[in-house]
């Protein structure tokens, strides 16, 4: 599975996207097989899977896939991890692109709270996290 993730990440980092869609696709089935659908490494697939639907502007297909993320971190993980935070960070940003802005503010708010208990106040994920909350407030007003 990882050298598949491998190669889904260079082929994503070329621009060839059905290409990296393929691979993290392939990385998801194995994991799937072998770890379960409530591993943490399973979850980083559907993350990778989502990223690259995203960058398709595929944004409800990649919400679903960083749903399952976020679902399996959640168990796995718990609800305090960095992985968790980076879940709800990048669901929020999907919900601010599609107009969803309170739902974006409460994914949002749940990832910068993790943000802000890990890492502190000025830590880059936080302080980015931070500017996305603003942007979303500024939206909203």
């Known amino acids: 599975a990882d050298f598949f993730t491998r190669m889904g990440i260079l082929f994503w980092k070329q621009g060839k996207l059905e290409e990296a869609l393929t691979m993290h696709q392939k990385a998801l089935d194995i994991r799937l097989k072998a770890l379960g659908s409530d591993h943490a490494d399973t979850a980083a697939s559907y993350n990778n899977i ?23 971190r959640l ?11 980076a879940s709800y960070c990048h669901m929020t940003l999907i919900l601010k692109k599609q107009g969803k802005l309170e739902e974006a503010s409460v994914m949002g708010q749940k990832a910068l709270d993790i943000f802000l208990q ?7 994920h936080t302080v980015y996290s931070l500017e996305l909350m603003e942007s979303i407030g500024a939206e909203r007003s």
């Open 50 to 72: 989502a990223s690259v639907l995203q960058n398709q502007g595929k944004l409800q297909e990649a919400l679903t896939m960083h749903q399952k993320a976020l679902d399996i």
């Open 118 to 124: 890990i890492h502190g106040p000025d830590h880059p």
């Open 75 to 85: 168990k796995a993980l718990g609800s305090d991890h960095i992985h968790t935070a």
